[in-house]
């Protein structure tokens, strides 16, 4: 069911922006008087699955969802037509149109996904505000793995700032770091200031998400609110409500304790010290391969910690809602600047549809649906205004060299561009398709 779920809210998600996408193109062909043969939602090699006609377009939805089209009239695009362009020009095609009409309608898909990402941004924020957790209100530290331990953090350190700058977000503590090229955190640990650097290798490292920073809880009250899929301590007996007081008759202060006791003894059994209605009641327990007992506490992170909540008015939402738009535009550039580099080595987590499917939530959530949605539709716009042929950039590309030289490439040549771009996006398709084929394969 989660799965279903995860899939359901991709195809929705991929459906609305290429309906979006297309739709900048067509209306602004629309506008120019260009005819618009057709307009579909996902492709359709020789059949479609619905389809109607009004007026010039025909309308329809294929059967091959990896995106969508628009086919104008007089320009060679991915439907390969150049049997049209042989006939002489007509009034209503693309190809008759003055450079800068043509210069529009061809980024008319990038300004609308760009549009359609401050739009939700901005109905987001009025509808739910903003939540998060402030660095400053990490009041325990935080709890790192083997890797934050080799770089030189610990367990209970306060991070203050990161190269001398604080991050407001707790969560963005390592995209900062990546994004910005960080060289150095500066934490509090036992009353001291320490710096702790960060060697150029470790941003490839955190890019692959294989440094864990996150916020220390205590271990304490831990009320027994559910057991997981596979609950050992469910079938020795504990019971929902019961409070977990230590194990072995230990106590642990921090929850991370308490979780590196059990690693250190999954081999074999150990006693948990509950409280049941005020008596103390001791149950052995052989926890799971993995080192856990299949209990989870109850309460959240808003019960430990003083999140900062902040609500918009319709008017206030709209700046926000932009900025926010403009923030994740350039995160998103920064990220795929790291693409390139030799050290990070981000194209090997370059990731396809099982990816992108994945960053959606296993339940039902608007507003995690609407927020990726936006980054989506963020992604989808640069992605093509990518001065590569097949895609909107390179025909903007093309076209900005016919307004500069004031010399128009032959339609020969864009036919063969056209087929070398399609080429590299397959290609690309595959790697990134390919790569998440691998990473199944390795878990």
């Known amino acids: 069911m989660t799965i279903l779920i995860k899939i359901l809210q ?5 459906s609305i922006l290429v309906i979006i996408h297309e739709l900048g193109h067509f209306t602004l062909a629309k506008l120019f008087k260009t005819r618009v043969e057709k307009f579909y939602l996902f492709f359709d090699p020789w059949f479609s699955l619905f389809k109607f006609k009004k007026g010039d ?3 329809g939805i294929g059967w091959v969802p990896l995106g969508g089209y628009v086919k104008i009239s007089g320009m060679i695009d991915e439907s390969m037509d150049v049997e049209q362009m042989k006939l002489p020009p007509q009034p209503y095609e693309f190809r008759s149109k003055s450079s800068w009409q043509r210069l529009l309608i061809m ?10 990402a401050m739009f939700i941004y901005i109905m987001v924020l009025y509808t739910w505000g903003d939540t998060y957790l402030p660095t400053a209100n990490v009041k325990y530290g935080i709890v790192t793995d083997s890797t934050g331990y080799s770089l030189g953090l610990r367990n209970g350190d306060k991070i203050l700032t990161v190269d001398n700058l604080k991050v407001e977000n707790f969560r963005q503590i390592i995209p900062d770091i990546v994004l910005n090229n960080r060289k150095s955190i500066q934490v509090e640990r036992e009353g001291q200031v320490v710096n702790v650097e960060i060697p150029a290798e470790y941003t490839a ?3 692959k998400g294989k440094v864990m920073i996150d916020y220390r809880i205590p271990f304490g009250p831990f009320i027994i609110g559910s057991y997981g899929k596979e609950s050992p301590g469910k079938s020795a007996g504990v019971l929902l409500g019961d ?9 642990f202060a921090y929850f991370d304790e308490f979780q590196e006791y059990l690693k250190t003894n999954k081999g074999h059994a150990v006693n948990l010290n509950l409280k049941r209605k005020g008596e103390p009641v001791t149950i052995a327990v052989k926890p799971t391969v993995a080192g856990l007992l299949g209990i989870n506490r109850e309460g959240t992170a808003s019960q430990i910690f003083d999140l900062r909540e902040l609500k918009y008015g319709f008017i206030e939402s709209i700046p926000a809602g932009i900025s926010k738009g403009f923030k994740t535009i350039g995160d998103y550039l920064k990220q795929f600047r790291l693409l390139f580099s030799r ?4 194209y090997e987590s370059l990731g396809g549809f099982i ?25 989808l716009a640069v992605m093509n205004i990518l001065p590569i042929p097949a895609l909107d950039g390179g025909h903007v590309m093309f076209l900005l060299f016919e307004v500069i030289t004031g010399r128009k490439p032959s339609d020969k040549f864009l036919e063969y561009a056209q087929y070398v771009g399609m080429i590299i996006l397959f290609s690309i398709l ?14």
Request: no cysteine; proline share 1%.
């Open 430 to 443: 595959i790697f990134a398709n390919g790569n998440d084929i691998l990473k199944l394969f390795r878990k």
């Open 57 to 59: 377009t025909e309308y």
């Open 355 to 379: 990816t992108i499917g994945k960053i959606f939530p296993g339940f039902w959530d608007w507003q995690s649906f609407w927020n990726l949605t936006a980054f989506l539709s963020i992604i």
């Open 243 to 251: 409070e977990l007081t230590g194990l072995d008759d230990r106590k």
């Open 343 to 346: 050290h990070t080595k981000a």
């Open 10 to 14: 991709f195809v929705m998600s991929l």
């Open 205 to 207: 490292i955190m890019l």
């Open 107 to 116: 980024t008319g898909g990038v300004i609308y996904n760009f549009l359609l």
